[in-house]
């Protein structure tokens, strides 16, 4: 495992990560590796490879943005087209998890693994 900043992953690795942050849809066993592709199963007969679903909320709007309203990732747009995530506000009003990205879905999942496994990760090796 690599240590990798949350406002640094991106595709595979943030989709894994997401799988990982997401322990209600995705339990421990239920996400794989494969050729560089996350892939889940809900539940059932885990060595049948006819099971196995590609897993892409970074890019699949289906799969990553119900996550964004499920974990409350409030989501806002700036003149130069950042999107800017957050979620949770400290004592002093002030956003925490705070992520920013081109892309609505890489900015809100990345606050999403933040709020829920820090800002700091360990990404698979094989994934850098």
């Not at 539940?43 to 970074?58: F, I, L, N």
Request: net charge negative.
């Amino acid at each position: 495992m690599a240590k990798v900043k949350t406002g640094e992953l991106i595709g595979a690795q943030l989709d894994w990560m997401v799988a990982k942050a997401d322990d209600n849809l995705h339990p421990k066993g239920d996400v794989r590796l494969l050729d560089g592709k996350v892939f889940t199963i809900e539940a059932g007969d885990y060595e049948r490879s006819d099971r196995w679903q590609r897993y892409s909320p970074s890019t699949v709007w289906a799969q990553g943005g119900p996550l964004l309203n499920q974990h409350k990732i409030s989501r806002t747009i700036d003149h130069s087209g950042l999107w800017i995530a957050y979620a949770g506000y400290n004592l002093n009003d002030e956003q925490r998890h705070m992520q920013c990205d081109r892309s609505e879905l890489v900015a809100g999942l990345r606050c999403l693994v933040a709020l829920n496994l820090g800002e700091v990760v360990d990404v698979p090796e094989e994934m850098l």
